[in-house]
C-alpha cells in the first residue's frame, strides 16, 4: 500500500501508458527540490505524472517505460545512504523500492546518465516531456545525441519525440474508485476545517487567525500540507480574486470569505464559503449570496454524462446575468449582455476547473476544437461568484460584497456527487451553524 493506494493500482497505470505508446521509451522524472535559502529547503512535493505512476515520493528519481511486445518499467532512484539517513529520513534504495513499488528493474539515480542512452537505443520514439526545464531538455537531448554518434554501428536513435503528458492527461482525467476514495477523504478534512474556520470567526480577529485554524484543522486529520494558499478575505478583499496576504481585520457587518483545501496523499480538496462575521446576512448580502447559491445549483445541475464541459459555466451565467439585471446592477437584455459578457464586471472567471493530484488538474478542456463531454469518474469544482467592487454606478448598499461558493463534483452514472457537502451552504444552515459558535 502507497499512501492508501496499493501498488498494484501504479503497475497497471504503467501497464496501461506502455500500451497507449505502443512502441518506445517514456521518461517522466520527478520534481527537483528546491533550495529557500542557504540551508534550508522548500517543503518537498513529487511531480504529479511522476507519482501518478510510481507511488515514490523521495526527490531524486526518473521512471523509465520501454513499451512494445514485453515492456518494462525501470525506477533511478537514490541509494541507501546510512549517514544522510540520519540527518533527512529513510531513503528505499533501489533493491527496495523495486520489491515495494513493483518495478521490472531498479537502478541507482548515479547510473541514470549510463543506462539510458541505451535504452534508447533502435527505439522510434521517445515519450517525454520538454520546455519545462532548461538543464533536463539539455539532459534529454545529451542521450539522443549520444545515440547518434553511434549510427556507424548500426544504432539508431528515436526519430520522434513526443509528449508524454498527452497520454497522462487522458488517463489522469477519470480517476478510478482508489483515488476517489482519498478524494472524499480530503473533501472530508477539508469541510469540516471550513466548520472550525466558521466557528473561530468573530470580530477583531485576524484573517490568519482564521487561517490558523484551517491549517490546524488540516494537519490534524492527517493532510499533509494545504493544497494552495489559502484565501481568508473579508469585506471588500473578498474582491480580489487571489487575496492571500490574509493580514487583515474581521469586522462586524462584513462577510468573510474563504477559499482553502487540503491536500492528502497527493490529492487536492478546494472548497470555498461566504459567511457574515456577525452570523446574520444583511439585506443586501443575503440577496447577492442567494443569487451566487442559484447560479452554483443549476451548474451543478448541469454536471451530467454526456453535457459538455461548458454546459455548467453557462448555466451559471444565465443564472448571474439575470440577477445582476434584477439588482439593477446591470441593464439591458439578458441575451445582449450574456453575448457582450458585461456581466464579466462582476463575474470574471469560469466556473469550474478539473481537481486530482494539481488543483487545476491534468485534462484538456476541447478536443478537435469542440468542449469535451463529462463522463463518470471526473471531477471538478463548480465556484460561480459576484465581486462588487466599490466605483461609478454601483448602489453604496452592495459596494464591497464579494461572494464565491465553491464545491468539489465528481460526475457519476447518475449526474453529480458533491464531495464537500458537508460544509454549510444554505443561508439558513449557515447561520444556525454561527448561532452555535455563539451559544
Known sequence: MTNGIDSGCFQRRRARLAAAMRSGVAIVPTAPERSRNRDAHYPYRFDSYFYYLTGFAEPEAVLVIVAGAAPMSILFCRDRNPEREIWDGFRHGPEAARAAFGFDEAHSIDRLDALVPELLADRDALYCHLGADTAWDTRVTGWINRVRERSRSGVTAPSEVK??????????????????????????????????????????????????????????????????SPIVASGSRACVLHYVQNDGVLKDGELLLIDAGCELDGYAADLTRTFPVSGTFSAPQREVYDLVLAAQAAAIAAVQPGNRWDAPHRAAVNVLAQGLIDLKLLSGALAGIVETEAYKKYYMHRTGHWLGLDVHDAGEYKRGGEWRSFVPGMVLTVEPGCYIRAGEGV??????????????????????????????????????WLRARDA
Open 395 to 432: 448602489p453604496e448598499r452592495f459596494a464591497g460584497i464579494g461572494v464565491r461558493i465553491e464545491d468539489d463534483v465528481v460526475v457519476t452514472d447518475a449526474g453529480a456527487e458533491v464531495l464537500t457537502q458537508d460544509a454549510p451552504k444554505s443561508p439558513g444552515d449557515i447561520e444556525a
Open 163 to 228: 509528449d508524454v503528458h498527452a497520454l497522462l492527461d487522458e488517463m489522469r482525467l477519470v480517476k478510478g474508485p482508489e483515488e476517489l476514495a482519498v478524494m472524499r477523504r480530503a473533501a472530508a478534512i477539508t469541510a469540516g476545517a471550513h466548520r472550525r474556520a466558521m466557528r473561530a470567526a468573530r470580530p477583531g480577529r485576524a484573517e490568519f487567525e482564521i487561517e490558523a485554524e484551517l491549517l490546524h484543522e488540516f494537519r490534524r486529520h492527517g493532510a499533509q500540507a494545504p493544497a494552495y
